[in-house]
Each structure stands twice: as structure tokens, then as C-alpha cells.
């Protein structure tokens, strides 16, 4: 197992926490970005070990009923690429157990492994815009012909004066 100093092992981790930009932890800790990649894959995997020795017992557990809580979350963060510069939703559904708080996981809709391009093409080819996402080959993925069409859609002129008679007038 590989040991940093504690400061600096800290210190990329604290300060991502809390939305400090890369660039500028290599600036305050004076390291390049070799150094920074490198030590945040060392706390991702000492992340995941901690994960796996927790979770590796939950199979042993004698769980007479077990509630959980889940929420939704939604992220907008800013374009993947310069090419490309619509802002992306990331979406997350997380679960709780209701008794101890402990946190089962947090699943984004993000899949780094897929391909944008290779999976337009595909859903091009098999003719996935002609169908309701439901009855997609791709229905996971907003692809290009989705972004097209959402910038054809106007945003509805509510006439509420307030967002409790929007929501009557949306819902009636």
C-alpha cells in the first residue's frame, strides 16, 4: 500500500470537497498534475477498499426487515468536452438504510465506458429517434437527434403569478 504525507494526502480530498478547482489545488499544494491524478486514484482506491470491508458483511447480517430511504438527485455541471458545450444533467438515485444511516450507494447515470459518438451512430443506424424512449435500443442515452429536438421545444408561457397556480394550472 502506497502512504503520502498526511497533509498532502489530505489536502487534494478536502479541498475537492469543497469545489476548490483542480487548478487551483496544484496551485496551493505546488504540484503538478501527475502528482494530483496520482493521489486522487490513491484516495478513490482507499475509498473503495473501506467500501468492500464494510459491505463484504452484509451478506452475514441477519436482516429481519430493512427499510430504506431513497432519493433523486440532479447535478448540472458544465460541457464534457470543448466541442461540445451543452451543459450536462447528471442524474443519481442514492439509498439509505433507516435505521443505521448507512449509505447502500449513489448511482449516477453516467457510464464513462460508452462511446458518444460510436452510440449516435448506432442508434442512427437501427433508427432509435423514430421511437418513444421506452421503446429505444438506446433509451438510457439523450442522444444527438434528443438534443436537436429539445431545442425545436418552446418553454410553455404559464399564467400564474405564482408557482402554487402554475402547478394548478399544469395539473388540472
Known amino acids: 500500500m502506497e502512504n503520502f ?33 496520482h493521489r486522487l486514484d490513491f484516495i478513490h482506491k482507499q475509498c473503495l477498499a473501506f467500501a468492500a470491508s464494510r459491505e463484504k458483511n452484509l451478506k452475514c447480517l441477519s436482516i429481519e426487515r430493512l427499510n430504506l430511504a431513497v432519493d433523486r438527485q440532479d447535478y448540472v455541471v458544465n460541457w464534457t468536452e470543448r466541442k461540445d458545450k451543452r451543459n450536462v444533467i447528471l442524474s443519481s438515485v442514492a439509498s439509505a438504510d433507516n435505521k443505521t444511516g448507512y449509505v447502500f450507494g449513489i448511482h449516477p447515470n453516467f457510464d464513462a465506458t460508452v462511446n458518444r459518438e460510436e452510440t449516435d451512430a448506432d442508434a442512427k443506424l437501427c433508427g432509435d429517434h423514430k421511437f418513444p424512449p421506452p421503446h429505444r435500443v438506446y433509451p438510457q442515452y439523450w442522444l444527438e437527434a434528443d438534443y436537436r429536438e429539445s431545442l425545436k421545444e418552446k418553454p410553455s408561457k404559464l399564467k400564474g403569478n405564482t408557482l402554487t397556480e402554475n402547478i394548478k394550472i399544469t395539473y388540472k
Open 5 to 37: 504525507p498526511s497533509p498532502i494526502a489530505v489536502s487534494p480530498f478536502g479541498a475537492d470537497s469543497d469545489r476548490v478547482a483542480l487548478a487551483r489545488i496544484i496551485n496551493m499544494l505546488e504540484i503538478s498534475w501527475q502528482v494530483l491524478y
